[in-house]
């Protein structure tokens, strides 16, 4: 009976050092962790895009009279032929437009930018039915670490949430740290990384890079098992001994069961 006891103390230890390992597991990859059903989020006050240095925009001016809104809008060829080029953003935050001449279009969304246009054609008395369109040419983040795939990534709308960034890279990988997420952001020639803890919503609604901007940097940190496999004796995850080791607590659980019902317990 006292040996039948210590089977089952034996039983119970490894049960619970698999439980410990499983939730601890879980602890580690789960997003959200502290998200409660049905409980609204307060999500930060909507921030665009917003024109910077360096960025190409297409603008287009569209009227009744075609040829004339053509004069507006830059091709390749002769007005109205050819492919229209987008419009580079200087370093002094100015775009030059045909007849219009330069003016600065820095810290404006792309709508604001379409209106400005548009008053200045119908100040100028230059069009009288403008309409003008202003997208972004090829707006983008770099994601690189413990994701899907890694790379440029093209912003596909004005508002994009890190969450939503992290789903266009792919995911993190199952190695990937989801509390040592990084978004590295230049302004006015600094580069400041800001940490983001994907488990915490406090840490994902409240961060600073909740909305992603124009040529962030999304970095994920790998996990202890994956920069692991960078080193001599590699991930310890993936050696024999880690196998054998598995294999013999296995087998030593399954053991401690028959032997538990050979003695009728």
């Known amino acids: 009976m006292k040996r039948c006891r210590k089977y089952i103390r034996e039983l119970l230890f490894l049960i619970a050092v698999s439980t410990a390992v499983a939730c601890n597991t ?47 809008n830059q091709y390749d060829g002769v007005a109205g032929a050819g492919t229209q080029h987008p419009y580079t953003v200087d370093n002094a935050g100015e775009v030059e437009l045909p007849v219009l001449g ?57 508002q994009l949430t890190i969450l939503e960034a992290i789903s266009l890279a792919g995911d993190l990988s199952i190695d990937g740290r989801r509390d040592k997420v990084f978004v590295l952001r230049t302004e006015n020639g600094v580069q400041t990384p800001y940490q983001v803890d994907l488990r915490s919503m406090e840490s994902v609604y409240g961060s600073p890079v909740f909305y992603m901007q124009q040529n962030d940097i999304l970095y994920v940190e790998p996990n202890i098992k994956r920069a692991s496999q960078s080193t001599v004796n590699g991930s310890s995850l993936l050696t024999p001994g880690f196998w054998m080791s598995t294999f013999s607590m296995l087998t030593s659980a399954t053991l401690l069961v028959i032997r538990l019902i050979n003695n009728g317990i």
Not at 31 to 49: G, N, T
Not at 117 to 143: C, H, T, W
Request: net charge negative.
């Open 26 to 72: 879980v602890s580690r990859i789960a997003y959200l962790q502290d998200l409660e059903p049905s409980s609204p989020v307060v999500l930060q006050e909507i921030q665009q895009l917003r024109i910077r240095p360096g960025d190409r925009l297409q603008i287009t001016v569209f009227s009744r009279d075609h040829e004339l809104a053509d004069l507006f």
């Open 102 to 158: 330069k003016f600065q279009v820095v810290g404006l969304t792309r709508l604001e930018l379409a209106e400005q246009v548009k008053s200045r054609l119908v100040a100028g008395q230059l069009i009288v039915d403008p309409n003008v369109q202003v997208e972004y040419a090829d707006m983008a983040f770099y994601a690189l670490g413990e994701v899907g795939h890694s790379g440029r990534i093209s912003i596909p709308q004005d």
